[in-house]
T-cell receptor, first 115, second 118 residues
Framework: GAVVSQHPSRVICKSGTSVKIECRSL??????MFWYRQFPKQSLMLMAT?????????EQGVEKDKFLINHASLTLSTLTVTSAHPEDSSFYIC???????????FGEGSWLTVV | AQKVTQAQTEISVVEKEDVTLDCVYE???????LFWYKQPPSGELVFLIR??????QNEISGRYSWNFQKSTSSFNFTITASQVVDSAVYFC???????????????FGTGTLLAVQP
């Protein structure tokens, strides 16, 4: 079946550096992917909608210059957390729309720790 | 505005008990989709069910069953004869339909932590 893969699953970076998280649809093309963030013991909050070949659509309150999203191909979207700070430490999870939008598949998620 | 409410923050049951997780939603759209996901401690989201707003039939899948009632805007999830492996956080989510039938972003509830004791 359809699978969405994220990499890395866990990453620790120093404050002030940037870190990139990849989201890949392994056996289908995804024109639209979604990035969510989840703080410990909280719900998932949509950060942005990633559209292949065009700019991402960010949710209110999400800094587009800090969370850079690139969807350069039909199977890959990347989220780059720039100038990371400890408060950016969170679980980031992506999802991809499959089969003309009738099904949404989630990646395994990526744990980011900024020290 | 869309909203999903999961009033039960935590539920603890003993193995083999039945348990129902509540989900109440708000939307102005007539076409929408409702989901349930399971999130074990490892973090990944496990898809359980997707239901569109025009299908009010209850569904059963093994020990899982779902009760969708548009009249009360509820989409409750019942686990029969719970097992320790059912311990996880369960999220209910809502999506409104985009033009062309595509599923849009998901609005998640706050989740219910289910602990099944042996």
């Amino acid at each position: 079946g359809a699978v969405v893969s994220q990499h890395p699953s866990r990453v620790i970076c120093k404050s002030g550096t940037s870190v990139k998280i990849e989201c890949r649809s392994l056996d289908f093309q995804a024109t639209t992917m979604f990035w969510y963030r989840q703080f410990p013991k909280q719900s998932l909050m949509l950060m942005a909608t990633s559209n292949e070949g065009s700019k991402a659509t960010y949710e209110q309150g999400v800094e587009k210059d800090k969370f850079l999203i690139n969807h350069a191909s039909l199977t890959l979207s990347t989220l780059t957390v720039t100038s990371a700070h400890p408060e950016d430490s969170s679980f980031y999870i992506c999802s991809a729309r499959y089969n003309s939008g009738n099904t949404i598949y989630f990646g395994e998620g990526s744990w980011l720790t900024v020290v | 505005a869309q909203k999903v409410t999961q009033a039960q923050t935590e539920i603890s049951v003993v193995e083999k008990e039945d348990v129902t997780l509540d989900c109440v939603y708000e939307t102005r759209d007539t076409t929408y989709y409702l989901f349930w996901y399971k999130q074990p401690p490892s973090g990944e989201l496990v898809f359980l069910i997707r239901r569109n707003s025009f299908d009010e039939q209850n569904e059963i899948s093994g020990r899982y069953s779902w009760n969708f009632q548009k009249s009360t805007s509820s989409f409750n999830f019942t686990i029969t004869a719970s097992q320790v492996v059912d311990s996880a956080v369960y999220f209910c989510a809502l999506s409104e339909e985009e033009y062309g039938g595509a599923t849009n972003k998901l609005i998640f509830g706050t989740g219910t932590l289910l602990a099944v004791q042996p």
